[in-house]
């Protein structure tokens, strides 16, 4: 019997683990890196051990180190979460050989699908049908999808739609697939644009049975990572949800399977499905699972672990159940991560944290943050997962949506707006969901209704006259005729200048805002009037930024000095670092003609690459920086000079310390 287990993993996924173990009343170990001494998986454990270092590779991918601290802790299980050594059969073996219970399938399980392209192999050979390889591409198979063989996640993946790309993109993904799983074996297969992501989720015990636990479908998804994943999957007809559920189940008798995991398959438009790969681990999206079948899969997890038979068959689902994964990064910036501090994190009318019932009245949170919580470069800038169950597709999208727009998410840019565009977008509400569908409905789902509202901007104004305010209103003055001039800047970094007056009795001045009218203002709410319509703001600051919440969703503004200092010019051509991170790999050096959109270095953040590419046809004038070097926001990158004007001399060594200047909007 299990007393006291260690997750070897952080953030979110640690908490739903340790929620499972206070019920069972099992003892919780948490390991955490530097950064993360303080972070709330650290708190909650009953006890924590320290693993030096910030990076992933020095602390939670080091198997040694967290083994030592199962054992130092008294721990007698480990449960590996997901991402990490989660599917890492060494680690697994590991665990076993050092007397540790092992929370997942057995290593020669792992092993067995830790290739994708031995996975395939096997699957074909156990009349699971499969997407066959392309080993000498040649124009008729074009597009494809080069991938990483011993990973997924979105890493060591590049779509390849002509053959010149193919060299360059199959370089790319090797380096990324070396730095995340550890191998550098990719492969190349017909790329689908318009399928489906269809996985089936898999319980199973050492007695023989094998459940299918209904299918989800995962794919709206962006960097080919997911975004959006609801149970069941819309659309399916039940010969076509019979036969998936047989091909999952057959694809784990095949390799002798216990415990979670899921077969995930690629619906192709004709109807026909594909197996693509086995996660030998709990899913990120299992919540949804969970809610529309009331099981605790964790739970089941460690009762398979502890010897115990499953039942027969696993519970029918009843209604239907959506997650949005919330992440710290920018749509409109081609979902470049973002770093800094989450200043405030509340959702209304939601559930405890990890409930694994169907409640008619919840939205579910699963989280790794909080209020104060540092968003830093080196780990999945995902903040939580938000789940929303209803007894229909078309409720829980309203419900999931409704709680997203409502939450109050302040510090960090989000990709809260677009998650509630697509859940309101008529395609979605339709089931004409496929993986393009966020780059297919981009402008829509980006789209401002109609150029910017300029009230959250005087409701902004209107709170700093109420934080302002003294004897007189502020606003106020002996010349009425001059009014108060507020500026901000938008997200989208358009500034937008505010006029008003208020007159002696605090009201506002009809001549400046005609049909507008003040109802109510003081430093956190303003409440206007417009056309006999009110609108409510919730508004925050911090410094300079302004944070507003209303019923129409969340608005964030800068405000502006009046007379703002003069800034030095930035380097013509200068590229500037668009987030924090580390210089993987430079691919031109100074003094070399360049091409627009030549790539010619890239930065890893987040666990991500991202590429930095030449914004005109010229010369690479300056080099910066260097592979290993970590850099900031906004720091000077390179410098290109254009091809109609003269260069500068080269600047070859890179600095130490490089230059910041204020942040531009470099092509990555």
């Known amino acids: 019997m299990i007393t006291s287990l260690l997750v070897a993993n952080r953030g979110e996924i640690a908490r739903r683990v340790f929620r499972t173990c206070r019920d069972l009343g099992i003892a919780t170990v948490a390991v955490h890196s530097d950064p993360d001494a303080d972070a709330p998986h650290t708190r909650e454990a009953d006890t ?26 008294g721990a007698d299980a480990v449960h590996p979460g997901y991402g990490f050594l989660s599917e890492n059969a060494g680690f697994a073996q590991a665990v076993l050989d050092a007397g540790l219970t092992w929370i997942g399938p057995p290593p020669a399980a792992i092993a067995a699908m830790g290739s994708k392209t031995e996975a395939k192999r096997l699957m074909a050979a156990a009349g699971v049908p499969v997407l066959a390889a392309v080993t000498a ?41 070396v730095k995340a799983f550890g191998s550098d074996e990719v492969f190349c297969e017909p790329y689908l644009p318009t399928g489906r992501h269809i996985e089936v989720q898999l319980m199973a015990d050492t007695h023989g049975t094998v459940w299918a636990v209904g299918e989800r479908d995962c794919s709206l998804q962006r960097r080919h990572q997911k975004v959006v994943e609801e149970a069941p ?27 979670a995991g899921t077969a995930e398959f690629l619906l192709a438009p004709d109807g026909r499905f594909h197996f693509l790969e086995m996660n030998t681990r709990l899913q990120v999206e299992h919540p949804v699972t969970e809610c529309v079948t009331g099981l605790d899969l964790v739970a089941l997890q460690l009762r398979v ?12 689902p009843r209604g239907h159940a959506i997650e949005a994964r919330l992440y710290a990064e920018d749509p409109a910036a081609g979902w470049q991560p973002q770093t800094g501090t989450l200043l405030r994190f509340e959702l209304d009318s939601v559930q405890a944290h990890f409930t694994t019932t169907s409640a008619d009245t919840g939205v579910r949170l699963d989280s790794g943050a909080e209020a104060g919580t540092v968003v830093g470069i080196h780990y999945d800038p995902m903040l939580a997962k938000v789940v929303a169950w209803a ?71 209107l709170a700093d006259a109420a934080a302002r305010r003294t004897a007189l209103p502020s606003g106020w003055r002996n010349l009425p005729s001059q009014p108060q001039v507020k500026r901000y800047r938008a997200a989208d970094g358009s500034e937008q200048e505010v006029r008003y007056r208020l007159t002696r009795d605090g009201r506002l001045d009809a001549e400046e805002h005609p049909g507008t009218t003040l109802v109510h203002a003081t ?34 503004l800068t405000a502006l000095d009046r007379f703002p200092e003069a800034v030095a010019p930035t380097e013509p051509g200068a590229l500037l670092a668009p987030m924090p991170g580390i210089v993987v790999r430079t691919a031109a050096a100074a003094g070399e003609a360049v091409t627009a959109g030549q790539p010619l270095l890239w930065l890893e953040a987040m666990k991500m690459e991202h590429r930095v590419t030449a914004p005109v046809d010229g010369t690479l004038t300056e080099l910066r920086v260097a592979p290993g070097q970590q850099v900031e926001l906004g720091a000077l990158l390179a410098v290109v000079c254009p091809a109609d004007r003269p260069t500068r001399s080269p600047t070859k060594s890179p600095t130490t310390s490089p230059t910041k200047s204020p942040l531009t909007s470099p092509t990555t």
């Open 137 to 177: 591409p040649t124009e008729r198979d074009l597009p494809l999808l080069v991938k990483a063989a011993a990973g997924g996640g979105g890493r060591g993946m590049r779509v390849v739609r002509t053959l010149d790309e193919l060299a360059p993109q199959l370089a790319a993904a090797r380096a990324e697939a």
């Open 233 to 259: 999957a819309p659309g399916l007809d039940p010969a076509l949800r019979a036969e998936l559920s047989a091909a999952a189940v057959a694809a784990a008798r095949a390799i002798g399977y216990t415990g």
């Open 305 to 316: 672990a502890e010897g115990e038979a499953l039942p027969a068959e696993p519970p029918a």
């Open 523 to 556: 430093a956190e709410r303003v409440v206007l009037a417009v056309g006999g319509l009110r609108r409510s703001f919730d508004i925050a600051v911090y410094g300079s930024l302004v944070h507003l919440d209303g019923p129409g969703g969340a608005t964030v």
């Open 391 to 461: 007894p229909t597709r078309a409720a829980a999208a309203r419900r999931l949506a409704a709680a997203l727009a409502r939450a109050r998410i302040h510090g960090l840019t989000t990709n809260r707006e677009l998650l509630v565009a697509a859940l309101r977008h008529p395609a979605f509400l339709a089931g004409e969901v496929h993986t393009a569908f966020l780059a297919e409905h981009a402008e829509g789902l980006r789209a401002g209704p109609g150029g910017p509202d300029p009230l959250p901007a005087l409701a902004a104004a």
């Open 48 to 73: 924590a051990v320290r693993l030096p270092g910030a990076a992933a590779a020095d602390t939670y991918l080091r198997g040694d180190l967290i083994v030592r601290a199962a054992l130092d802790a």
